[in-house]
């Protein structure tokens, strides 16, 4: 396997597109910092090439400020990085991994072909919900909301919590029927929500990718999107300071409406093992195998992996393996 490089003259219409799009998202930013680990681990950097846009924040349709967006400058230390060595190997079905600051690949295998996802298109959820804005505004959790299996927060009818505190916990946690509330909040309904996921891909320039339900599941059936499409999620995703501090966290506590606490331990087990990484989302069926959308920074260099399809726990130390070898560690 060879390091494929970003290029901008392609003439078939929807690798064009693609192109478009990163340049669109140019030097993404890492997530934001997290609290220093232990002494026994390196401290995680700091996030290089990150700026605020001036001004105040867009109004959203709930009359509360949206999320501030974030411009991202072109790092160019990290802009002209190759990697010096040969990928590590992987044995999973599909994974790509690419520059988060201008979207150049430097590996892929079977990129393009078309898959089911899993949970890990929860971070197109994430994205149209913190879109939407509102995010403290309190919603009320419906019976229909809880018809749904086998992850679950156990949030019950007529429960009433902020969208802010069910995105967190969807991101860390993965419970599906959060992912139903939130949907359903949204658009009216799961099956409308999936309808919106869907149309919102084809603006990001995911034009592979197709959803059928909010959560992963493979019910309604019919559902897919690639390693390529998913990287170009996650460079979308990083934009957003919600959604960035929710993928960091690696362990938190949900408190229910009625005053009970569980602790949350984020799923995502590469963001414990490695000090660099900074979050992303997890995902597992059946069908799709394991997969895994994991980001990470290192001194200004910013890059995210896609694993999909790996039908073994080796996920963790081939996303951390190509993480390490994207940042050239």
Known sequence: MSVFHF???FTAPRIAGRSAVWMTLLA?????SRQAPPVSRPPA???TGYQTQPG????GPYGQPQ???????????????????NPPAVSARAAIVVQANTGKVLFQKNADSRMPAASTQKLLLALLVAERGGLNERITVQKSDTYCEPTKMGIQAGQTYTRAELLRAVLIRSSNDIARCLARDHSGSDGAFAAAMTRRARQLGMNNSYFTNSNGLPDPPGQYSTARDLSILAAACMRHAVIREAVGTASTTFRFSDGRTVPLTNTNKVLRSFPYCTGMKTGYTNAAGRCLVSSASYNGKNVITVILGSQTPQVWTESQSLLQWGLGL
């Open 7 to 9: 290029r901008f003259d």
């Open 28 to 32: 993404l930013a890492s997530c934001q």
């Open 45 to 47: 950097p700091a996030p």
């Open 56 to 59: 105040q924040p867009p109004q």
């Open 67 to 85: 999320p501030t967006l974030a411009s991202y400058p072109a790092n160019p230390g990290f802009q002209n990085l190759d990697p010096k060595r």
